[in-house]
């Protein structure tokens, strides 16, 4: 978090805003601490303009899990500890035990423990397949939730919404640390955001540069050329985190990330950067036709066109050549009249017998390119 004089920046943890912070100190002053959020309230009660910083959801998942294959961070610190697991395990037998209770209502897929977290989920950061497992259990067991963030696991919002969600919602909505429990639709919680907001200010850490410059311009903070120029050399996240992206996460994945951070992607225009660069790639290469010089491909029609365009030739050929010699073949030619274009024409399948009293055509024997 950044305080000066003309705002404060405040990101989510593990949005990736290191360079954005030592660039605004410069720029506009101020304190600068490790500190990534505090309650909206708060934030709001100094009176300064508040600005946001986050990045797209698939790459902050990546990012906590990355820091707790590292050994750090509040999420791999509860995963692995197994008193906490057998403390939420407990709690779970009660209420399993109560009048009425569905014991299956929060399971807890079989294999899932501290050990686990410790041996596989946090094991390796290039283990595409420990993220995705690790990934399911941060977002995708309701059992978990309470085990997950004391905070986020006892609040309505975990009912609808992930772990980014709640962290945003805490930091950017007044009171949302203590959300009532009428808060318990998609539609509620996104009207609680949109009434109890205290920005509108928010940088993208995937166009930070564009952002920051209109934010800057909001604010009334002026920029000289050499302050502009710096703000424009930022370096934007979205290239190696499409790249990322493709890599770790899988279909199930993409879908569980997109469901849990609706919000966060509705409101800031969020996809998956890898679905996009694969859609780019495919259009570019219809549109091309080919590539490194090769021949675009003909449709079925345009084979048969071009059959058409030879059998008119061969036919106009064999009319400038007159009638055909006695025994001889011609592929055109009929007995009563001149060729022409319709007679190298494909017949229907049902085609009608010739009337009777009128000469028949020779057959004609089939040219190479009938095979077509």
Known sequence: MLTSDKLILV????????????????????????????????????????????????????????????????????????????????????????????????????????????????????NPEAFREWLQAVAGVPGLR????????????????????????????????????????MEALEALQALQSITTHFVRSESVSEDLKKVLGALGVPLSAEQSAAVDALKERSGADAAEIARFYDAPSLRL?????????KLFGYTAPAA??????????KKAGGEDGDKPKLSKAEREQKRQARAEKQAAKGEAGGAPKAGGKNKAATATGPATAQAKAPRPASAPKAAAGKAKAPKAKPSPDDAE
């Open 146 to 185: 309470k085990l997950v963030g004391h905070g986020y696991g006892g609040s309505p919002a975990a009912r609808m919404a992930g772990l980014m969600t709640y962290e945003f919602m805490v930091t950017f909505v007044r009171n949302a640390e203590n959300m009532e429990k009428s808060v318990n639709t």
């Open 257 to 265: 990330v997109a469901k849990r951070e609706a919000l966060i992607n």
């Open 276 to 285: 996009e660069a694969g859609a780019k790639k495919s259009e570019g290469k």
């Open 11 to 126: 990101e989510l943890h593990k949005a990736g805003s290191a360079r954005v912070k030592k660039l605004l100190a410069d720029l506009v002053g101020g304190d600068t601490t490790g500190k990534h959020a505090a309650f909206s309230d708060e934030l709001a009660a100094t009176g300064k303009p508040v600005v946001g910083y986050v990045c797209n959801p698939l790459t902050w998942y990546l990012a906590l899990w990355r820091q707790g294959c590292a050994g750090k961070g509040d999420v791999r610190k509860r995963l692995a500890d197994d008193s906490k697991w057998t403390q939420m395990q407990a709690r779970r037998a009660n209420v399993s035990g109560k009048e009425g209770a569905n014991p299956d209502a929060k399971r807890i897929p079989d294999g899932f423990s501290a050990e686990r977290a410790r041996s596989f989920w946090y094991a390796d950061a290039e």
